[in-house]
Nanobody, 115 residues
Framework: QVHMVESGGGLVQAGGSLRLSCTAS????????MGWYRQAPGKQREWVAT???????AYGDSVKGRFTISRDNAKNTVYLQMSSLKPEDTAVYYC?????????WGQGTQVTVSS
């Protein structure tokens, strides 16, 4: 069993910043990729960012240059630093990890950006 716990969401004004965290616990031998998706009301889930085991990163076009993904392997934690937030970034953000070719998801954390 793998348990994922997210934190760091909230309400912020446009132009502000937030940092999301997601920690995996349980039967973990080694985590491969880690990342974030988001889902806005009435929209499909959107890929935000991925970080590999070697710390290589990739970002969706809508967040490139504003968001930074990082990880702490000793803590089994992935972070998403979000800056220059826009109202269109409002969504529920979900973290995910790949462990032994299986994916595990967090419960989601709400991010609301006011204009």
């Amino acid at each position: 069993q793998v348990h994922m716990v997210e934190s760091g969401g909230g309400l912020v004004q446009a132009g502000g910043s937030l940092r999301l965290s997601c920690t995996a616990s349980g039967s973990i031998f080694s985590i491969n990729d880690m990342g974030w998706y988001r889902q806005a009301p009435g929209k499909q889930r959107e890929w935000v960012a991925t970080i590999g085991k070697d710390s290589s990163t990739a970002y969706g076009d809508s967040v490139k240059g504003r968001f930074t993904i990082s990880r702490d392997n000793a803590k089994n934690t992935v972070y998403l630093q979000m800056s220059s937030l826009k109202p269109e970034d409002t969504a529920v953000y979900y973290c995910w990890v790949i462990i032994k070719r299986l994916d595990y998801w967090g419960q989601g954390t709400q991010v609301t950006v006011s204009s």
